[in-house]
């Protein structure tokens, strides 16, 4: 069950900082742990650069979700970007084609609950994540 949600344009460093600070916000109203919030903060940083540096920009919606037992939130990073050729070797510790926080895609997929990707050479990526208070 979505509750709200808000979409934000990434097309420049200081949108990456808006995602940030967006899903800082509304980790604190979901009642995430500290600890959480901090962790789904890093993942969002490295997702929303990663949207930005490699797939030339796009979007990435937050929204608070609820399943029943508890609530979360539910972040959609989205490009028209060149997708990710061998995904693979995209989720191999330490690879990096880039100078981001090295966390890459494995780190972030890491710190969440929940990390779907959908992506084609040629057709953009989309990356789903989900963070569920404990």
């Known amino acids: 069950m979505n509750q709200q949600g ?9 949108d990456v900082v ?10 604190v109203a979901v009642k995430l742990s500290l ?21 030339g920009g796009g979007t990435v919606e937050v929204t608070t979700v609820d399943n029943g ?31 981001g ?3 890459g895609l494995s780190g972030a997929r890491r710190l969440v609950d929940e990390f779907d990707i959908v992506t084609a050479p040629g057709a953009g990526t989309s990356i789903t994540v989900t963070k569920w208070c404990r």
């Not at 995602?19 to 980790?27: E, F, I, M, P, S």
């Not at 939130?73 to 070797?89: N, S, T, Y």
Request: charged fraction near 20%; charge should be neutral; proline fraction near 3%.
């Open 69 to 99: 037992r508890r609530p979360g939130i539910r972040i959609v990073f989205a490009d028209q970007g060149p997708g990710i050729v061998d995904l693979d070797l995209a989720f191999t510790d330490g690879y990096t084609t880039g100078s």
């Open 6 to 14: 808000e979409l934000i344009q990434v097309n420049s460093d200081q």
């Open 35 to 55: 600890v959480d919030q901090t962790k789904l903060v890093t993942a969002a940083s490295e997702l929303a650069r990663n949207t930005l540096v490699y797939g």
């Open 18 to 27: 808006r995602v940030r600070q967006l899903v800082r916000t509304v980790a």
């Open 101 to 103: 926080l090295g966390l």
